[in-house]
């Protein structure tokens, strides 16, 4: 028989259920909208409607489309960290070359993944530090861990090593970000398939870790 004290713990864990699930339905529905119509254009209230929620019910979860455009950037950046393979203990340059390789080969899979990150970074990021969303979002993203990684501690550190391993995550992301809005590489021979097209971007990266493994 359950005691008072277990169906209380039920009804929380119950609870937390539903805000999660609530949550992710959010998010997905923002996602949906964001890929049709872009970021900036998207209304709360559009997500409340492809949410199946009120607007009202949308305020309790996210109090802005900001925190939700936040979550669902961090959504992706976890995405894209899964790809390291699962036993990856440690980042190395050995390791990101292996998740280099995964973000490029799956190109056309993470497609939407990459748009999503490009919206953020275009709305948020791309501005001088002192404009007020810009510091927002830095600030927020401060505190996201990446697959147990600090970014910002492994910058403090003032390790070479994993300041090249995080530059060259952020010149992937970045690249593949652009490539994925834009639809094709900028000043690029059209009549080279955009798939050799990445694979010569692979060799450049390859080519700049195996040296900084070599000089290690």
């Given at each position: 028989?359950?005691?008072?004290?277990?169906?209380?713990?039920?009804?929380?864990?119950?609870?937390?259920?539903?805000?999660?699930?609530?949550?992710?339905?959010?998010?997905?529905?923002?996602?949906?909208?964001?890929?049709?119509?872009?970021?900036?254009?998207?209304?709360?209230?559009?997500?409340?409607?492809?949410?199946?929620?009120?607007?009202?019910?949308?305020?309790?979860?996210?109090?802005?489309?900001?925190?939700?455009?936040?979550?669902?950037?961090e959504?992706?950046?976890?995405?894209?960290?899964?790809?390291?393979?699962?036993?990856?203990?440690e980042?190395?340059?050995?390791?990101?070359?292996?998740?280099?390789?995964?973000?490029?080969?799956?190109?056309?899979?993470?497609?939407?993944?990459?748009?999503?990150?490009?919206?953020?970074?275009?709305?948020?990021?791309?501005?001088?530090?002192?404009?007020?969303?810009?510091?927002?979002?830095?600030?927020?993203?401060?505190?996201?861990?990446?697959?147990?990684?600090?970014?910002?501690?492994?910058?403090?550190?003032?390790?070479?090593?994993?300041?090249?391993?995080?530059?060259?995550?952020?010149?992937?992301?970045?690249?593949?970000?652009?490539?994925?809005?834009?639809?094709?590489?900028?000043?690029?021979?059209?009549?080279?398939?955009?798939?050799d097209?990445?694979?010569?971007?692979?060799?450049?990266?390859?080519?700049?870790?195996?040296?900084?493994?070599?000089?290690?």
């Amino acid at each position: 028989m359950n005691t008072p004290a277990s169906k209380l713990e039920k009804y929380r864990q119950d609870g937390k259920y539903h805000v999660d699930a609530q949550r992710a339905s959010i998010l997905d529905a923002a996602e949906r909208l964001f890929l049709q119509k872009g970021l900036e254009n998207t209304q709360m209230i559009e997500i409340a409607a492809q949410a199946g929620i009120t607007k009202m019910s949308l305020y309790r979860y996210y109090p802005n489309r900001d925190v939700i455009a936040l979550e669902i950037h961090e959504r992706a950046m976890t995405k894209i960290a899964s790809m390291l393979p699962p036993a990856v203990q440690e980042l190395s340059m050995e390791t990101i070359k292996i998740l280099v390789h995964r973000m490029i080969h799956n190109f056309f899979e993470l497609r939407d993944v990459y748009r999503l990150m490009g919206m953020f970074d275009q709305r948020y990021l791309d501005h001088t530090a002192d404009a007020p969303l810009t510091h927002w979002a830095k600030t927020q993203l401060a505190s996201f861990k990446w697959k147990g990684y600090d970014p910002a501690e492994m910058v403090r550190e003032k390790n070479l090593q994993y300041n090249r391993i995080i530059m060259i995550i952020n010149a992937v992301i970045w690249f593949l970000e652009k490539l994925a809005l834009r639809g094709e590489m900028t000043w690029s021979d059209q009549s080279v398939p955009l798939e050799d097209q990445l694979k010569l971007y692979e060799e450049m990266i390859t080519v700049y870790v195996d040296h900084c493994i070599e000089n290690l």
